[in-house]
């Protein structure tokens, strides 16, 4: 469990564990009331502020709406910051290319929470039917130009993406389709890598460890912990062209993947 | 680094380390063992199969938890008996660690080098039985033999990988997986591979309990108390408790590693092996003494480099004290030294390996271990600098020691901070 | 090559293409719910079957009445069948 077990030294084991679960409830119950009142608040003033922003940048709504969320996933990461240590490598502004296809893995309802950490605001992400559900978000979500993956075909997919990458904006899919429940990649979906073959856009593949323990699928107390987010290299689409390129292109990436899940581990 | 050898210089390459896999006694994968380590837990357990065994003193012992073999394809599992399963999923989580695809794996410059102390216990014992019993050959499945052999491991491995390069099979009992690690390495530094995987192996067995139980050298003071032993060091200790797992490294020469532009997990420096004829059972400090400065003069580093070193002390009686004289009369009294035999036990083949990968995160963590269950260290012993806690250093190079059994010992040197270049 | 032969290239060429489990290559696995296909995936099993095959699914209009494991070997059998037997017509 990261920060809190074995590295803090000279402290007796037992005034370490009630430390620990004192912190526990702690989060459980700070955590849950400000992201409420976060989005109560949010959702009250986003049209004034969605006027606001109209009139001083003049970006077309989806961006509006997307600068929106990321800026709340913002106050997420302050919120949750006494419980988890945070570290972002790789997200240098300069290497992180536009348009892009970001792929990372899943490990944890709250891994999009962790992503508005990246500089770069303008990402459209792909997700399944359930999220679109939760009827707080979801007006965002379609503002936003999120896609439901799970209901579109791939056709319609394909055309929404062509207009975000005309539009010079970002994607970020997660190539598992779920989050996985042992930590391991599994099976990786060819979409993402279609599209990037299709588009000729980048890779960026991102590498997220820890926000398993933070919330693993199935418990429904958060713990605290560190995450890792790292932004591995822009992966170009040289020697990926033949007809199965993207097959090839996502068992690479899923290999680059793989490598740095593992070192991040450790 | 030059080695002279009558007059004519060959020059070596340089062997770094890119991946990591272990299974341990605190289950699979590197992660789980360091955690397990850092939060200084003990995997010792009451082993009912020990209780049961006529004339066995000691009833404790380290085993591996129940493992996934799913990975494995079934046709080439079949070969496997339990160390060969730990050693490909440990070589299962190193090779992804390095990020090698198919292509670099199968090819003549990739290969294996991976020991265990005896092939298959479990399988000879149960060949025997049907053997003995029948006075015939008819039970023998055609898959026995292939995890008897004890080159199973190796086989294994390269079977299940498509390994085609070299394929290395040493067996020195417990210095086994430092001398793997330490032979694959020079294969790279040669320019004989350019990739290997290495590391040991073994699966516990009343048998190898047995042995060490006949030689007075099990801990037996200790059955309603497991985790109080092994007590590397300890004025309290009183043998060693087997344990059973596989650690695997994957090694890679230098420029091989740089051009696929692999994470550089650290470096090995020097090795070196040899032989204590004085006695078969234990060796004496003088050849443990020879084995580390040779190390040292391999790896071309001073003794006052070496950070942090981790002893093989097993928690025998004898074998502690002598690595201790044999430290202080090369090391002097101020070097950090623990053991992690107090946490997992002895894996036998595996602790060469797996000590390596552990000592490996220290550097990188700048965290170094202590010894668990040492609570007062005996008087010779007691002279070192034995770590009792976590201690926050930031080690450059350390060594990694292992004595074993037939009067073998071995020394490596790695150093965890890519810095030179 | 002989029918038992067509079925384990298959198999094999899914397991390393998509990543799949090689003790989930059951003929009565269902594609979609069992081995985990999507619409894309079926756009790539037709070229992976092509390139290990040489026959050709792409207009195929048996294609979409394949479900199982099971179908898509036979079908691709089938194919390969025809395929010889107009060659040595």
New interface residues.
Partial sequence: MGTYTGEAIGVQKRSRKVALWMTIVLMNVWVPILMLLETVVGIAISPVLLVVWLLVTRWPLARIVRHFIWMYGRVWLWIVSPFVRLRLTGAEPGRLVQPSIYVANHLSFFDIFFLSAMPVFDVVICLRSWPFKLAWYAPFMRFAQYVDVERLPWEQIVQKMGQIFDDGCSVLLFPQGHRSRDGRLGRFYSGAFKLAVQFQVPIIPVCISGTNRMLPPGRRWMAPTDVQLEYLEPVGLTGFQTALGHIELRKHVKRLMGACLAKNRC | MDFNRNEISVPLRRVVITGLGAVTPFGCGVPAMWQALVDGRSAVRHCPTLAGVKGLRTTVAAGVPEVDAQSIDRKKRRYMSKMSIYAMIAAQEAVQMAGLTPEQLQNDRTGVCVGSTTGSTVETESLFLQVLKERSIEGMKSTHFFKIMSSSCAANLAQALGIRGRLLAPSAACATGTIAVGLAAESIALGKQDVMICGGADELHVLTVGVFDTLEASSRAYNDRPEMTPRPFDRQRDGIVCGEGAGLVILESLEHARARKADILGEVCGFAVNSAPEDIANPGPDSMIRCMIQALAEAGVGKEQIGYLNAHATGTIQGDMTECQAIESVFGRDVPVSSLKGHMGHTMAACGALELIATLLMLHRGLLLPTRNLEEPDDICGRLNLLTELARRQVDTAMSNNFALGGVNSAIVISGRWIRD | MTDSEIVELINRSLVN???????AMKPEAHLVEGL?F????FV?IV??LQ?AFGVTLREEPRVREVRTLGDLHRLVIDKKRELEGSRGA
């Fill in positions: 293409e998509f990543e799949l489990d090689p003790g985990g999507d619409s894309l995936d790539d070229v992976v390139q």
